[in-house]
């Protein structure tokens, strides 16, 4: 079984930059991408970015320019720096994980809280 688990969540304030983790454990799994959701109060899940094997990305429009994605497919690791944070960032994030074939992530993290204040 594999599991994902985030780290690097907290609260700062807006302007701050911020670092998440994500590293996979458990049995040996090659997925074809990685990335995160976030989810916050009140609101649906949305994607934030995901990064293929390849290096592709994807960035949501609300995150472009601030966020960026990274890859260590060695060690199933994602990561994702987040500079420039907004109050309208606070939310929970969620790692994901998605395999060859799978139009929508099929593999979830936990969570990690992040708080932007104004």
């Known amino acids: 079984q594999v599991q994902l688990v985030e780290s690097g969540g907290g609260l700062v304030q807006a302007g701050d930059s911020l670092r998440l983790s994500c590293a996979a454990s458990g049995r040996t799994f090659s997925p074809y991408a990685m990335g995160w959701s976030r989810q916050a109060p009140g609101k649906q899940r949305e994607l934030v970015t995901e990064?293929?094997?390849?290096?592709?990305?994807t960035y949501a429009n609300s995150v472009k320019g601030r966020f960026t994605i990274s890859r260590d497919n060695a060690k199933n690791a994602v990561y994702l720096q987040m500079n420039s944070l907004k109050p309208e960032d606070t939310a929970v994030y969620y790692c994901?994980?998605?395999?060859?074939?799978?139009?929508?992530?099929?593999?979830w993290g936990q969570g990690t809280q992040v708080t932007v204040s104004s």
């Open positions: 990064i293929t094997s390849g290096g592709g990305t």
């Open positions: 994901a994980a998605r395999g060859y074939g799978d139009k929508e992530f099929t593999l």
